[in-house]
């Protein structure tokens, strides 16, 4: 279960809650961004001090402000790999050269707004980069099931599209986020959809977009796609 880490809200937190009531279940941020939100330093004592489960968490960074987002993950999973030995560490990536460094200085990579076709280009790019590599490549796939829940999907597309970093990326891959968003109005169409995206990538990770933000919408969307 992967944890968004945002502005007004803190994924360590969330996961300290989930933990007092699951035994088995990963547990993952996804992601910090360690240049902004909070530093290594910071997750390190987040992690201590909720005392969450290292044997089944894993820790999402990223980092996007000069002078080098690179230079600044690639220290950041150094770091958090002295303090938390063991713990996977996971790269939010969206070029090739941040793709690159999580797959051969960390345990993965998380993916975003990705077509089943790209996503399967960036398994590709993995091989290319570090053939020998037993980084993972997780994906968030963002679905939304019927009319209303449609209306916040596109909300969603627009918000990324306006960021600057996600539309140079979009450019670049030649499609918007339209291409990338699971949008359908049942639950066989949902799981078709999905299945495309089953060898492509090794972890997905489905983000929920519903019209509200409640128990009782999420538990829907999960309910078509098991039934």
């Known amino acids: 279960m992967w944890f968004n880490h945002i502005a007004n809200g803190n994924a360590y937190a969330s996961i300290e809650v989930a933990a007092r009531v699951t035994s088995t279940l990963r547990l993952a941020s996804g992601v910090t961004s360690i240049d902004s939100m909070m530093s290594a330093s910071e997750i390190v004592d987040q992690v201590r001090t909720r005392d969450l489960p290292t044997d089944r968490l894993v820790i999402g960074i990223s980092a996007n402000k000069p002078p080098s987002p690179l ?86 597309i627009a918000r990324y599209e306006s960021f600057p970093s996600y539309a140079a990326n979009f450019r670049r891959l030649g499609f918007g986020g339209r291409d990338a968003a699971v949008m359908v109005d049942d639950g066989a169409s949902l799981r078709a ?19 509200v933000d409640s128990l009782e919408a999420y538990v829907s969307l999960l309910e078509a796609l098991m039934n």
């Open 193 to 211: 959809r999905l299945e495309q995206y089953q060898d492509a990538v090794d972890e997905p990770v489905l983000r929920a977009i519903t019209a």
């Open 71 to 156: 230079r600044t993950v690639k220290e950041g999973v150094d770091h958090l790999r002295d303090e938390l030995p063991g713990v996977p560490v996971y790269v939010g990536a969206l070029g090739p050269k941040m793709r690159a460094l999580g797959v051969t200085e960390a345990d993965g990579i998380l993916l975003n707004w990705l077509t089943p076709e790209a996503a399967r280009l960036a398994q590709m790019d993995r091989q290319r980069d570090a053939p020998d590599t037993r980084a993972r490549v997780a994906l968030y796939i963002r679905c939304a099931l019927g009319d209303a829940s449609r209306q916040s999907m596109l909300t969603e």
